[in-house]
T-cell receptor
Framework: ETGVTQSPTHLIKTRGQQVTLRCSSQ?????VSWYQQALGQGPQFIFQ???????GRGNFPPRFSGLQFPNYSSELNVNALELDDSALYLC????????????FGSGTRLTVV | GEDVEQSLFLSVREGDSSVINCTYT??????LYWYKQEPGAGLQLLTY?????DMKQDQRLTVLLNKKDKHLSLRIADTQTGDSAIYFC????????????FGDGTTLTVKP
């Protein structure tokens, strides 16, 4: 079985630009959570998608948005990038919306300059 | 909301035991996970314990839970250099499944 894959692995954007990050969930997993991990800190929950619907959101502004597709892959979009958005963005999938422990991808390292 | 606290650093000698501690605030936490993060990588689920358990052993890993004090610990026996990483505990209430609150992690350094 394949794990969680994220793309791209690294990217650099300019302040004010928009970015889309992608996540392919593990086979059979219909739930995807996104996290932001700033350098030296633990991951912070952004939002979760379950069967293509948003299923909870953390304390992030509306310029952070997401999508989940029928094949359960997911996108994280960030508009009007700020310098503080520089972080490792992690995607995690699970086989259901309950507590099963999540399989994490290796993340996308975003640098905003 | 949940607050999670961990000591930031732990250094041990190879072959010794390591104990990583975690305190949390949400008494409704039902599932308590431990994740490992190696440099430049995502998080790897190491083990977990349910809130109705006091202890769980999984090979070299032992998890202890003191639900009354909201204290969780991870013991790694016979610590190896490959165990050097950042360790995160993530308590989770059933209502917040997959929306974990993480502390800032404990960086474990294993010296040969």
């Amino acid at each position: 079985e394949t794990g969680v894959t994220q793309s791209p692995t690294h990217l650099i954007k300019t302040r004010g630009q928009q970015v889309t990050l992608r996540c392919s969930s593990q086979s059979g997993h219909n739930t995807v959570s996104w996290y932001q991990q700033a350098l030296g800190q633990g991951p912070q929950f952004i939002f979760q998608y379950y069967r293509e619907e948003e299923n909870g959101r953390g304390n992030f502004p509306p310029r952070f948005s997401g999508l989940q597709f029928p094949n359960y892959s997911s996108e994280l979009n960030v508009n009007a990038l700020e310098l503080d958005d520089s972080a490792l963005y992690l995607c995690a999938s699970s086989p259901g919306s309950g507590s099963y422990g999540y399989t994490f991808g290796s993340g996308t390292r975003l640098t905003v300059v | 909301g949940e607050d999670v606290e961990q000591s930031l650093f732990l250094s041990v000698r190879e072959g010794d035991s390591s104990v990583i501690n975690c305190t949390y605030t949400d008494s409704s936490s039902t599932y308590l996970y431990w994740y490992k993060q190696e440099p430049g990588a995502g998080l790897q689920l190491l083990t977990y314990i349910f809130s109705n358990m006091d202890m769980k052993q999984d090979q070299r890993l032992t998890v202890l839970l003191n639900k009354k004090d909201k204290h969780l610990s991870l013991r790694i026996a016979d610590t190896q250099t490959g165990d050097s990483a950042i360790y995160f505990c993530a308590p989770e209430a059933e209502a917040n499944a997959g929306k974990s609150t993480f502390g800032d992690g404990t960086t474990l350094t294993v010296k040969p």
